[in-house]
């Protein structure tokens, strides 16, 4: 496992990058095909998108204009909350496709746990994927009682749990249950939007090794067998993002970045989100 290229089998065994892209408020237009032109060139693999964040057909464009062949790159989109329901998540997924300009998604998800909605969005991706129009599908922001609540209704389990997830939210139960279930974790806003990197238990450790905070806990991901999706539009912050695959932090160290827990968000609890009902 050395670099961006590394990745992990997902249940129905498509492989995902450890370490992608997420382009949550990176601007349609310029700002969004210059973020990723350039994240491709470091090598990124995996692009982290949604329709919410308005920017697909963009993420599209980056893709076509670089000289990648589309199999090489890791695609996902989400299924935002408005548009719940068997037939919206149809229509919303083949509108999806239609910005992005291609022909399936690597990875669906369903955005946010709409309570009342979300088994009826899952019965339209199980069919999205059948059809082959999606390789993988999952959830994100689900709790254990959703996934319980999910699972206990699905033909196609999913394959990925997308939740925010950083030292300061480590959702160490949520992780154990999705480990047992072969759900793989992927950490949304790993980086806590920047909020705490200048935390002295992860600069105290980075020192050691010569790596930035930031490094630190996309490692500690690594090492808890979580994906990350950390979002930068500077090509040095990519750089350094990704510069995580030549270092390993010891037991003691982990259970250090462990103890920062504060059950702390940045975002909202998926149990208080206001899905407008
Ligand atoms: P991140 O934790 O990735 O942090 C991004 C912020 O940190 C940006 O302001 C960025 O600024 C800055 N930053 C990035 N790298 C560094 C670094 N090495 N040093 C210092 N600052 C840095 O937050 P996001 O909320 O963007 O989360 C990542 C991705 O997760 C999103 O883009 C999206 O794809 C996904 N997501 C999914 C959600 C869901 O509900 N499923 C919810 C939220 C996010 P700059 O760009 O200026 O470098």
Redesign the pocket.
Known sequence: MSSLSATVKLHNGVEIPWVG??????EEGQQIED?IASALKIGYRSI???AF?QNEEGVGRAIRNSNLNREDIFV?T?VWNTDQGYENTLKAFDKSLKKLGLDYVDLY?I??PVPGKYKETWKAIEEIYEKGKARAIGV??FQIHHLEDLLADVNIKPMVN???F?PQIFQKDLLDFCKQQNIQME????????QY?DDPTLLEIGKKYNK????VILRWDYQHGVI???????PH??D??ADIFDFSLTDEEMEKINGLHQNKR??KHPDEMDYGL
């Open positions: 892209l997420g382009v949550y408020k990176v973020t982290d998108t949604a964040y996902t989400k998800l955005h946010w994100s922001n997308q939740v925010e950083h950490a949304w806003s790993p980086l806590a939007r920047g990197l930035t905070a930031a490094q990350s999706i950390p979002k930068s539009t500077k912050r990519q350094e993002n940045t975002g």
